[in-house]
């Protein structure tokens, strides 16, 4: 029998964690980080990880694997998501992938294939220079042109894997995403998505900004740069910490960098929202009406009633 697997997913700071918490006690699960930069060390305040008494409490999984300046790719979590699911399975708990980065998401749901294309080291060279000459939108319109569906997907500052979509169109003259194309699932799923009024998402984003900034964003940033880990790096292209470490290399104030968090974060959880509405299967709740918990809690026993405590 295909493994079960129970995805909460939606934009950031719209309650993910708190709703798989809640569910990971209730029906035996083990939580699979499905965030693109909760893998990195070190980098917990700007990534939003669960607290560590909460990952005491309820197992998770592909958080805190690799340091900050080591290569991670959707291959690479595709691969260790997939181990992972299958080792809770077998502990008879259930699987829980809850994140909001939808390429690693569904990477893992429904195995795209992934086109093994070799680097090409003097075109990256070449690309790495063209975006730090005409910056990184520049770079990123050169992507829309030549494959428009990748490009929408990935953030202009995500300049690896717009380097690797061009590398992949150089090489074989077709958009990476007319090749990577998805399989079936090998997975019993449950999609659970979690939404609320557009304003009210885009003050919580502002609060826990603020909060991260409280928590002392700055301090751990700068704890990063001084362990020699820059802006070139993808893990530091992270909304949170390229916008910190310019202020700490005395490119923007304080509060200009506090405000560009906010206005990339905004922009972030609307092209999360964009990616996930495409997913005909994900059942969607409002987390501002009372009923919604209910409604999962009945939904998830309904599919998954044997993990039930």
Same mark, same amino acid.
């Given at each position: 029998?295909?493994?079960?697997?129970?995805?909460?997913?939606?934009?950031?700071?719209?309650?993910?964690?708190?709703?798989?918490?809640?569910?990971?006690?209730?029906?035996?699960?083990? @939580?699979?980080?499905?965030?693109?930069?909760?893998?990195?060390?070190?980098?917990?305040?700007?990534?939003?990880?669960?607290?560590?008494?909460?990952?005491?409490?309820?197992?998770?999984?592909?958080?805190? @694997?690799?340091?900050?300046?080591?290569?991670?790719?959707? /291959?690479?979590? /595709?691969?260790?998501? =997939?181990?992972?699911?299958?080792?809770?399975?077998?502990?008879?708990?259930?699987?829980?992938?809850?994140?909001?980065?939808?390429?690693?998401?569904?990477?893992?749901?429904?195995?795209?294939?992934?086109?093994?294309?070799?680097?090409?080291?003097?075109?990256?060279?070449?690309?790495? =220079?063209?975006?730090?000459?005409?910056?990184?939108?520049?770079?990123?319109?050169?992507?829309?042109?030549?494959?428009?569906?990748?490009?929408?997907?990935?953030?202009?500052?995500?300049?690896?894997?717009?380097?690797?979509?061009? %590398?992949?169109?150089?090489?074989?003259?077709?958009?990476?995403?007319?090749?990577?194309?998805?399989?079936?699932?090998?997975?019993?799923?449950?999609?659970?998505?979690?939404?609320?009024? =557009?304003?009210?998402?885009?003050?919580?984003?502002?609060?826990?900004?603020?909060?991260?900034?409280?928590?002392?964003?700055?301090?751990?940033?700068?704890?990063?740069?001084?362990?020699?880990?820059?802006?070139?790096?993808?893990?530091?292209?992270?909304?949170?910490?390229?916008?910190?470490?310019?202020?700490?290399?005395?490119?923007?104030?304080?509060?200009?960098?506090?405000?560009?968090?906010?206005?990339?974060?905004?922009?972030?959880?609307?092209?999360?929202?964009?990616?996930?509405?495409?997913?005909?299967?994900?059942?969607?709740?409002?987390?501002?009406? %009372? /009923?919604?918990?209910?409604?999962?809690?009945?939904?998830?026993?309904?599919?998954?009633?044997?993990?039930?405590?």
């Amino acid at each position: 029998m295909n493994p079960d697997l129970l995805l909460i997913i939606g934009p950031t700071a719209v309650g993910k964690t708190a709703l798989s918490l809640r569910l990971a006690g209730e029906f035996r699960g083990e @939580i699979i980080s499905g965030d693109s930069m909760q893998v990195y060390r070190g980098m917990d305040i700007g990534t939003a990880k669960a607290s560590e008494e909460e990952r005491a409490r309820i197992p998770h999984h592909l958080i805190d @694997i690799i340091d900050p300046d080591v290569p991670f790719s959707v /291959q690479e979590f /595709q691969q260790l998501a =997939r181990q992972k699911i299958e080792e809770i399975y077998k502990r008879d708990h259930l699987p829980m992938l809850v994140g909001g980065t939808g390429l690693y998401v569904e990477a893992v749901t429904h195995g795209y294939h992934l086109p093994g294309v070799p680097e090409n080291g003097p075109l990256r060279q070449e690309l790495h =220079r063209f975006a730090e000459q005409h910056g990184n939108d520049a770079l990123h319109l050169r992507l829309r042109e030549a494959d428009p569906e990748t490009a929408e997907r990935l953030h202009p500052n995500d300049r690896r894997r717009i380097i690797r979509a061009l %590398e992949v169109f150089h090489a074989t003259g077709t958009p990476l995403s007319k090749l990577a194309g998805k399989r079936e699932t090998p997975y019993r799923l449950l999609w659970i998505g979690l939404t609320m009024p =557009r304003e009210l998402l885009y003050e919580r984003i502002n609060q826990r900004v603020d909060q991260m900034v409280s928590q002392g964003l700055v301090e751990e940033v700068k704890r990063l740069k001084e362990k020699g880990y820059h802006r070139g790096l993808t893990s530091m292209q992270a909304i949170g910490y390229k916008e910190i470490m310019s202020y700490l290399e005395g490119e923007l104030t304080l509060s200009e960098a506090i405000d560009l968090i906010k206005k990339g974060t905004r922009k972030f959880a609307k092209r999360q929202l964009s990616w996930f509405r495409r997913i005909p299967e994900i059942r969607w709740f409002d987390v501002t009406e %009372e /009923q919604s918990f209910e409604e999962i809690q009945r939904l998830v026993a309904g599919k998954f009633p044997h993990y039930r405590e």
